[in-house]
């Protein structure tokens, strides 16, 4: 599975990222991070607005990390409907995902996607961790 960093994003904002943590633990989940959803991550944080972003994303970053599985997938895939996003579908062909989870319209549009695109209302649905 590899998880939008708009995804990450939403849970960071409603300073939820411990059920995404949870979920993907008390699941067992095989998450595909890269390095390019981690920079993401640390820069669209800092427009959230709270206070203290930065040691907020000095420890969310760690949290993530340590759930997910680190890969540096080869630039490749080119048919993303957003160009931005193709390497979204490099790290799930290469790591073998068999879902990308966004909450990008386009991307949830994208019929002919070679990976099957899911929003948040399905994980939450799919992977539910007690409040």
């Known amino acids: ?25 008390l699941f067992d989940l095989k998450v ?5 959803i981690i920079e993401e991550i640390a820069r669209n944080a800092k427009k959230i607005g709270k206070e203290n972003i930065d040691d907020i994303i000095d420890s969310l970053i760690p949290s993530i990390l340590a759930v997910t599985i680190k890969v540096d997938p080869v630039p490749s895939f080119s048919l993303s409907p957003d160009k931005k996003d193709n390497f979204l579908f490099d790290l799930a062909i290469q790591s073998n995902s068999s879902v990308i989870v966004t909450q990008e319209k ?26």
Not at 5 to 25: D, F, G, H, M, Q
Not at 106 to 131: G, H, M, N, R
């Open 1 to 25: 599975m590899v998880i939008d960093t708009n995804v990450y994003l939403t849970y960071i904002t409603y300073s939820k990222l411990y059920r995404l943590v949870n979920a993907i633990t």
């Open 32 to 36: 595909y991070i890269s390095e390019n």
């Open 106 to 131: 386009v991307l949830l549009q994208f019929s002919t996607s070679p990976i099957p695109i899911k929003d948040i209302k399905w994980f939450k649905e799919t992977y539910p961790v007690p409040l």
